[in-house]
């Protein structure tokens, strides 16, 4: 058990500078979840954790070790890869004793020590019943159990999990959340977990941390990044449905604030006017949550006009996807209602900006008010 | 007839052709096409031969017909791949000439014979060879006396030894002795005497083995299988003695009539052990990888200076007189093979004559015996002459200057002929010729490479064979 | 995971009740495998059959006379057979030397080839060429390369001050020799095989390794050569058995001399069938060359099919 800390970690490959300077505490027996879009930069952090990569500056802090000069084997972490990585000519047994007889061990453990934690792993997984199959005979679901066991099997001082669950069917994937939750609570054992699917994220991490084109976007608990979204891009990513993300200019008609979305005027009221001091005739970013869109009757008061791109159910709401005239980015909404809506539809929305976020256009970073 | 200029760039040809797709015999066309042929053919092919034969005319010889010969990379064929493109314009038509090696040639001759059909109209036969395949030649005596095809002209024990049970199965066209060449010019320098006997050439072989950097005593056929086998039996023929039990005549041995109490292997006998001791004693005047040496290196070799003396198919003296490059070339004197104690002198009569395969398509006959007939006349005989071929059956041929200034070996060979110093008995005809060969090739190496004694050896040998015919149901 | 059960010809379950259908379906599955048999059958069966049918009886292609009857007697014969059981021995010796010699080159090559360097993929192609070459003529060339007298190997030993060496008429240089001929023939295909199988190991397993603790040698021994046992045996079982049945070679260079040292069962096979030829006898041997190569490619694929696992 221990904490980890990265400060001024960067790695180039070639002309792509995957990691661009990432600083970042994950507390002692914390569950951290590594999130963003394909290509930020989250599984390369890992991996300069666990030593497959060498970084190219900065510093990698294993509990009060320097690590970053260390081979892979002696940060004693454990990892548990996106392709599992089993050894596909060793049976599951063999596959979790591996690590434990690794040569450089040999004297660490006595045969019979090796048996009893491969059993209790084993038992800890629930695969204790398939420990004399082969590889090739496994599940999915099984592969992945098996390779957690071989991660945590020696006592990882960290734990690394990259993707873990991605290749499971969605009830497993779900099953699975809950146990390595359950699992990390009971071993303790510091996690880092790489992760594309918010949902996922925000169901396991204790801390999740925000990537993007190599950089740190922003380090919070679940709930920070939802009602506290440090960026409009972190606004956009987190939540289910994410924010809708609208560019907006804020102008001044007699003292009065308004906000020109496409050919609609809408009011800020006084909490986003508050934030929006100062930037009249400046495009702003405004962040609304999904629930905080509804549907209008077009010519009512802080409408605007849409036209639906896609719906679907998710469990007893309509999920509505629509285009706003004049802005590229679709907006989300969520009702209770039961409409016959076709792609192309002509409707109108209903923005409650009461609770909306905003974001300076230029660096994407949140507008605060000394009260908020 | 149409000379060659010998100007004319020759083409470049191998040794043998590979050609794997032909280990299959291709398939004739439709025979009901043959047969719509057969009136028109035979009619006008008689007409043609008797044309060609009168005339010497060879213009018409195929008229626009495709002929196939399964031959050997042997001299006469090598030359004729040579002027290849010369002779079909010569002939008028296709010459689809299929060269194999030796033992490739003989395995293809036997499977086609079990074709209903043969897939080739003229087939290549060795000398020793017409006692096996006599049952798939065709007799060509009646086409002999139809076509008034002239017989006196050829060596006798050459025309006679294509014969068996008086049926003529084959036309001369290579056939040789082989003799014993030796370097007129270190003989003379060592004062030594064209070697008459064996112990002769050991003499000399012991004499000049290494008198000079990378000269060897002798070069010879030591290599396994077929080579050192029919070495063996040749050698053999020199001591006095055929390899199997032949009833015996003034000036040798009779193949005339051969019956099953003849069968007995005769090796192991005084003259077979004195053939084995005299060819263990040879190998240590031999030059370097004489185990492995067949009939091309050791012409080779001797060529090249490597050797004073080596045993040698007549025809083949061509490779270095020829040559400009060969060392030998002019200074080679040639005699009969040489004797062992008490025997006569004979050299082995080899080589290679045309005959047609019995399961020849009826058809073809007339073409292939025309083609026969041209291949085999004096005419052609001079033409390979100039190409790489010393070797002339025909008495007619033999004593043209322009042959002997190419080939001084023709004459003495004709000479060879005149005094009956050629002999064919030391390979009989008969159908276990080649085990027999086969046999003292493998046993007879054992010997050599030092692995038996001579004693043990003829010994062995003599067992195996006589286990052959056994199993042959000879006795 | 629900193991996949595929039914080619329903589109569902079969009903209890549809016992006719069922027997329908078989009819079916027969009627359409059957041309395919039946080809099966005749090609390879009917020339095994007739080959033991021969072996049966005395056959000289050279005599006119049909085959004649002979019951076991060209087996016993071979049993008391010397020359036959040296080219056993021979066969087995060869077998050994040079699929053994490729099998270390060509793993070695792969290695070397593995690695990702300029012009690699050119010199992968070039080497490839000897294999492409019929081995009659790599036989014919390597004659005259080993030949004493005019070869260019001892040419070179000569020029660099040693003395001619023998290789194709000593003893147990000719089979060396013949051995080096087979190994510079084939050497490129093994290490071809060996490098597509290289190529297709899964790279995160390797990681899976360094974060176990293992070291470059112990990778090799405990990660990458059990990884790489299918392609080894499928190697060996392919080389094994073409080497047992080559003879190009040893027609080409010594004829099984000097002496029967380098004489292999082929050639020895050969010579009895097509030179003697004594076709009952040399069928006898064929059959047993054929049980030969059954025993040692069973051997092979009994290897390759358990899935032996190792702790």
């Known amino acids: 058990m221990a904490e980890v800390q990265l400060s001024g970690v960067r790695k180039r490959f070639g002309l792509v500078e995957a990691l661009r300077g990432i600083d970042l505490a994950i507390p002692d027996s914390a569950y951290v979840c590594l999130l963003g879009p394909s290509g930020c930069g989250k599984t390369t952090l890992l991996r300069c954790v666990a030593g497959l990569e060498t970084v190219d500056a900065g510093q990698i802090r294993i509990g009060s070790q320097n690590v970053e000069a260390l081979e892979p084997f002696a940060r004693n972490v454990g990892l548990a890869f996106q392709n599992y990585a089993l050894y596909p000519h060793l049976d599951v047994r063999g596959n979790l004793s591996f690590p434990l007889r690794a040569p450089r061990r040999r004297t660490e453990f006595g045969d019979g020590e090796i048996e009893q934690r491969v059993k209790s792993i084993a038992t800890l997984l629930q695969i204790d019943a398939l420990l004399d199959k082969p590889i090739v005979a496994l599940s999915g679901g099984q592969k992945q159990r098996v390779a957690l066991g071989r991660a945590l099997v020696r006592n990882p001082t960290v734990l690394l999990l990259d993707e873990p669950v991605t290749h499971l069917d969605a009830r497993l994937r779900h099953e699975m959340r809950v146990e390595l939750k359950l699992l990390q609570r009971r071993v303790g054992t510091t996690t880092i977990h790489v992760t594309h699917d918010q949902l996922e994220a925000q169901a396991l991490g204790d801390l999740i941390v925000v990537m993007r084109d190599g950089l740190i976007e922003q380090v919070g608990t679940p709930d920070e990044l939802c009602t506290r979204p440090a960026t409009s891009f972190v606004a956009s990513f987190v939540g289910d449905p994410p924010m809708s993300l609208l560019t907006a200019r804020l102008g001044q008609e007699a003292g009065v604030l308004s906000l020109r979305v496409g050919a609609a005027q809408l009011r800020p009221g006084e909490r986003l006017g508050r934030l929006l001091d100062g930037l009249c005739d400046q495009d702003v970013e405004i962040a609304v949550p999904a629930h905080h869109i509804a549907l209008g009757h077009a010519g009512d008061e802080q409408t605007i006009a849409a036209r639906v791109q896609a719906h679907e159910w998710v469990g007893r709401e309509l999920q509505i996807v629509v285009a706003l005239n004049g802005s590229p980015v679709p907006v989300r909404l969520r009702t209770q209602q039961r409409l016959a809506l076709r792609i192309g539809d002509e409707i109108a929305i209903r923005l409650n900006l009461g609770s909306a976020h905003a974001f300076d256009s230029k660096t994407g970073r949140r507008l605060q008010s000394s009260a908020d | 007839m149409k000379q060659n200029t010998s100007t004319r760039p020759l083409p470049a040809v191998t040794v043998w052709e590979a050609k794997p797709q032909s280990l299959f015999p291709r398939k004739r066309h439709s025979s009901l096409l043959s047969l719509a042929l057969v009136g028109v053919s035979i009619g006008f092919a008689t007409l043609n031969a008797h044309a060609a034969a009168a005339t010497g005319q060879a213009g018409s010889v195929l008229d626009g017909q495709t002929i196939r010969i399964l031959a050997i990379g042997d001299p006469v064929f090598q030359v004729m791949q040579k002027i290849h493109d010369d002779m079909e314009k010569m002939a008028g038509g296709k010459i689809e000439l299929d060269v194999r090696p030796f033992d490739v040639l003989h395995q293809q001759v036997l499977l086609n014979a079990q074709n209903p059909t043969s897939s080739y109209d003229i087939i290549a036969i060795d000398l020793p060879q017409f006692g096996e395949y006599k049952s798939f030649l065709l007799d060509l005596n009646p086409l002999i006396k139809q076509t008034g095809f002239d017989t006196t002209d050829f060596h006798q024990a050459a025309w006679t030894g294509a014969q068996v049970g008086g049926k003529q199965l084959g036309i001369p066209i290579q056939p040789h002795p082989e003799i014993l060449a030796y370097r007129k010019d270190l003989f003379e320098e060592a004062g030594l005497q064209p070697p008459v006997t064996t112990d002769d050439v050991l003499a000399a072989a012991k004499k000049l083995h290494n008198s000079k950097p990378g000269l060897a005593g002798i070069a010879w056929n030591a290599a396994r299988g077929t080579p050192l086998g029919q070495t063996f039996i040749q050698v053999m023929g020199s001591f006095g003695q055929a390899p199997i039990d032949l009833p015996r005549t003034d000036h040798g041995f009779s193949i005339d009539n051969i019956k099953p109490e003849n069968m007995k292997p005769m090796i192991d006998t005084p003259a077979g052990l004195a053939t084995a001791k005299y060819l263990k004693a040879l190998m240590d005047y031999s030059p370097p990888g004489i185990l492995n040496m067949a009939w091309d290196e050791r012409v080779r070799v001797f060529a090249q200076g490597g050797a004073a003396m080596t045993y040698i198919w007549s025809g083949r003296s061509a490779i270095y007189e020829l040559d400009p490059q060969a060392t030998a070339r002019g200074k080679v004197g040639y005699v009969v093979h040489p004797h062992g104690p008490n025997a006569a002198p004979v050299s082995p009569l080899g080589g290679w004559n045309l005959g047609i395969p019995s399961n020849v398509d009826k058809s073809r006959i007339p073409l292939a015996w025309k083609v026969i007939t041209w291949l085999t006349s004096p005419e052609m005989m001079k033409e390979y002459t100039k190409y790489g071929d010393c070797v002339s059956p025909r008495h007619s041929v033999s004593q043209d200057p322009e042959v002997v200034m190419h080939c001084p070996v023709v004459p003495v060979v004709d000479e060879m002929a005149s005094k009956g110093e050629l002999a064919d008995w030391q390979r009989p005809p008969v159908p276990e010729l080649q085990q027999i060969v086969d046999v003292l090739g493998s046993v007879m190496h054992e010997m050599l490479a030092g692995k038996r004694t001579p004693e043990d050896a003829v010994k062995e040998s003599q067992q195996q064979i006589d286990r052959i015919m056994r199993k042959a149901g000879y006795y | ?311």
Not at chain 3, 6 to 25: I, Q
Not at chain 3, 96 to 122: C, K, S, W, Y
Not at chain 3, 244 to 270: C, N
Request: glycine share 6%; net charge positive; with cysteine.
């Open chain 3, 1 to 311: 995971m629900e193991a996949s059960r595929t039914d080619y010809f329903s589109l569902g379950e079969p009903k209890p009740d549809s016992m006719k259908l069922a027997v329908e379906r078989r009819r079916a599955t027969w009627l359409l495998i059957a041309p395919a048999f039946v080809v099966l059958l005749g090609l390879n069966l009917f020339p095994i059959v007739y080959a033991l049918y021969i072996s049966c009886h005395y056959w000289m292609l050279a005599r006119p006379q049909p085959p004649r009857f002979a019951g076991l007697s060209n087996y016993q014969e071979l049993f008391f057979d010397a020359r036959f059981r040296n080219s056993v021995l021979v066969s087995l010796k060869f077998i050994v030397l040079a699929v053994g010699i490729e099998m270390l080159l060509g793993f070695g090559l792969a290695f070397v080839f593995n690695t990702r360097l300029r012009g690699m993929a050119t010199l992968r192609k070039l080497t490839l060429l000897p294999s492409l070459v019929m081995p009659l003529v790599v036989g014919l060339v390597w004659f005259y390369m080993f030949n004493e007298n005019f070869g260019i190997v001892n040419w070179f030993w000569v020029v660099l001050g040693g003395t001619r060496v023998p290789f194709l008429t000593q003893g147990a240089l000719a089979l060396l020799s013949i051995v080096a001929t087979d190994v510079w023939q084939w050497t490129p295909f093994v290490m071809l095989v060996f490098f597509a199988a290289l190529q297709a190991l899964p790279e995160y397993v390797y990681e899976a390794a360094r974060i176990d603790g293992l070291s470059g040698s112990q990778i090799f021994f405990r990660v990458t050569l059990p990884l790489l046992r299918p392609a080894i045996l499928i190697v060996l079982i392919i080389r094994a058995v073409d080497a047992l049945r080559s003879l190009e070679l040893v027609f080409m260079m010594t004829k099984g001399g000097p002496a029967g040292d380098t004489e292999v069962l082929p050639w020895y096979l050969y010579t009895t069938g097509f030179m003697s030829p004594d076709l009952g006898y040399a069928a006898a041997m064929a059959v047993l060359m054929l049980a030969l190569v059954t025993i040692l490619s069973q051997l092979f694929v009994r290897q390759l099919e358990s899935r032996e696992v190792t702790r």
